[in-house]
């Protein structure tokens, strides 16, 4: 399955990222654990930027949004909806409004 | 040409500022990595064009960076800082027992003679170290393993490690100081790590003279004198001519003994620099006006530097690894402000100009003289 991702753009720096949307392919189920997967083993820069390195939690001024819904607190193997999986809905990494 | 680099670590982004020898005209090249705070960026002794930066931020955490070209281009390398085996536990503020946890880099420290081995001051305190240009660290766990690692608590800042001295005549022997549990040496290149606070006296401690816990701010050396070494601590300005091993107090007639950052003078190793600071509650010049105090004795008699420096209404601070001198003659001394000041001077202290006075919070000041 091919996925959008919305990455903000301090992370496309990190990781030399010339367009807004990266396109990736995750093997379903497509859920935020097999997404993020994917992007790191793409771009490894991007390790520890969204969520721990060893135990996967997410980031506490990271969100993760998709479909209008956020899915930051949401069971990270779950799947995500199907227009996030079949690629016509992005997946948005956000920076929370209270990070900077 | 030959010159001076200044690199400026700021809560949002770097700046690399450039002169010639005479340092009257400056160049400000940046923001590098702007918006990220830039907890320090420093040049290998080894290699001047091989530059290193810890860049973090709330959002995304610890991203590292190298310049392999002066700082002209960037690369990011390696940001996995894993604390090794057992985790453990530290003070928290409340006296709780709380297990480490990495935050983020505060200070870096590049080996005397290889570009790609550098040394890593990180919250929770604890150093690590890479060997192949930052592409990957490893944590020296002795340190952190120290039996008196439950007593280490944070500074109001965090509990970081925020100074490393690499003895250059004793090639073994590391100098770490970490906020607020003091000052520890390793004589095994870091394998093994022992407190080194003795004469250190803090009355925020239940016992004053513990063997750890003081909140130690800044130690600088002079490479030709290693074993003096000059310590700004939460209060009090410190020196130890045994390397450590001891100290004694030479605040002497400063107007506070209270401050962050201490360097010393690049061709006299008994000139010293601190920029007192009010108090800890205050964290701004008294009165208003910013001083750097220089002795020439090796401390206890202090002379005012006041010329260009603001002289009334100024209420900033300057942090612990805003101060560096360069190694031009006459020597410069430089230190940035958390109003986005950097203050140089280019005679030994006599006269400052601001080179730079609109940047974010600075954080850090290093210099290179090419």
């Keep these: ?100 | 040409m030959p010159g001076v680099r200044v690199l400026v670590g700021t809560r949002k982004g770097a700046f690399i500022l450039t002169s010639n020898r005479k340092r009257e005209k400056w160049k400000i090249d940046g923001p590098l990595f702007p918006g990220w705070e830039i907890y320090h960026m420093t040049g290998s002794p080894a290699d001047p064009d091989r530059l290193y930066a810890s860049q973090t931020s709330a959002w995304f955490g610890q991203v590292m960076q190298r310049s392999d070209d002066g700082g002209k281009t960037w690369e990011t390398v390696g940001n996995d800082f894993h604390y090794e085996g057992e985790t453990g536990t530290h003070q928290y503020y409340d006296g709780s027992q709380k297990p480490w946890e990495f935050k983020r880099v505060w200070h870096l420290e590049p080996s005397l003679d290889d570009p790609d081995t550098v040394y890593a001051g990180v919250e929770d305190a604890a150093i690590f170290r890479t060997t192949d240009g930052g592409m990957t660290w490893s944590e020296m766990p002795g340190l952190r393993n120290h039996r008196s690692g439950p007593n280490w608590m944070p500074g109001a800042g965090g509990m970081c490690l925020h100074t490393i001295l690499l003895d250059p005549e004793n090639r073994g022997r590391i100098t770490i100081a970490i906020s607020a549990a003091g000052v520890f040496r390793s004589e095994d290149h870091g394998e093994t790590w022992a407190p080194s606070n003795k004469g250190l006296v803090s009355a925020q401690l239940p016992d004053p003279d513990a063997e750890v816990g003081h909140c130690v701010h800044c130690i600088a050396m002079h490479p030709s004198r290693p074993d003096t070494l000059f310590m700004q601590k939460h209060w009090d300005v410190m020196r130890s001519d045994d390397a450590g091993a001891t100290w004694y107090e030479i605040s002497g007639d400063l107007p506070t003994d209270f401050g962050f950052p201490i360097a010393v003078h690049a061709h006299d190793p008994d000139t010293v620099y601190v920029v007192p600071i009010k108090s800890d509650e205050h964290h701004f010049p008294p009165d208003g006006k910013l001083r750097v105090y220089r002795s020439r004795k090796g401390g206890n008699k202090w002379k005012e530097l006041k010329k260009g420096l603001p002289k009334k209404d100024c209420y900033v601070n300057v942090l612990r690894d805003a101060m560096a001198v360069d190694a031009a003659d006459p020597c410069g001394v430089y230190f940035g402000t958390t109003g986005g000041q950097v203050f140089a001077s280019n005679d030994e202290g006599d006269s400052w100009e601001a080179i730079a006075k609109y940047l974010p919070t600075v954080l850090s000041v290093e210099v290179q003289t090419l």
């Design chain 1, 1 to 100: 399955m091919t996925v959008r991702v919305v990455l903000p753009a301090q992370l496309r720096r990190v990781a030399d990222i010339a367009a807004a949307t990266v396109e990736l392919d995750v093997p379903p189920p497509v859920t935020q654990r097999a997404l993020l997967d994917a992007l790191e083993a793409r771009y490894p820069k991007l390790l520890g930027t969204t969520r721990d390195r060893r135990t996967k939690q997410r980031r506490a001024y990271i969100r993760f949004f998709a479909c209008r819904q956020d899915w930051s607190d949401a069971d990270p193997d779950a799947p995500l909806p199907d227009a996030v999986a079949c690629g016509d809905e992005a997946f948005l990494v956000v920076g929370a409004m209270s990070g900077g």
